[in-house]
């Protein structure tokens, strides 16, 4: 059992940033690879960011890949989302996921999931 915890949203200014948090209960944290999603209201759930269980590799979708950086630190159990650059799209709550079964992109292949975290960005 894994249980999630998502921190650090808030309303920033276009062009601020803001850093996610993603605190994780349970011991098979280190051995899970971690998603970061995110839902704007009308909208579907939407990848945005994934992280092996080791780090060494991630991947991003396209609308944020030079502004966002995922990353994890599997001795404190939490994961984070670095946002820079941030647009009025971004504005959606941002969910963390673990434990996916097959293809992370699909929010429907993850297990675990935090209670979410709003971001707003004004323009």
């Known amino acids: 059992q894994v249980q999630l915890v998502e921190s650090g949203g808030g309303l920033v200014q276009a062009g601020g940033s803001l850093r996610l948090s993603c605190a994780a209960s349970g011991r098979t944290f280190s051995s899970s690879p971690m998603g970061w999603f995110r839902q704007a209201p009308g909208k579907e759930r939407e990848f945005v960011a994934h992280i092996t269980w080791s780090g060494s590799s991630t991947d991003y979708a396209d609308s944020v890949k030079g502004r966002f950086t995922i990353s994890r630190d599997n001795a404190k159990n939490t994961a984070y989302l670095q946002m820079n650059s941030l647009k009025p799209g971004d504005t959606a709550v941002y969910y963390c996921?673990?434990?996916?079964?097959?293809?992370?992109?699909?929010?429907?292949?993850?297990?675990?999931w935090g209670q979410g975290t709003q971001v707003t960005v004004s323009s």
């Open positions: 996921a673990a434990r996916p079964t097959g293809g992370y992109r699909d929010p429907n292949r993850w297990n675990y």
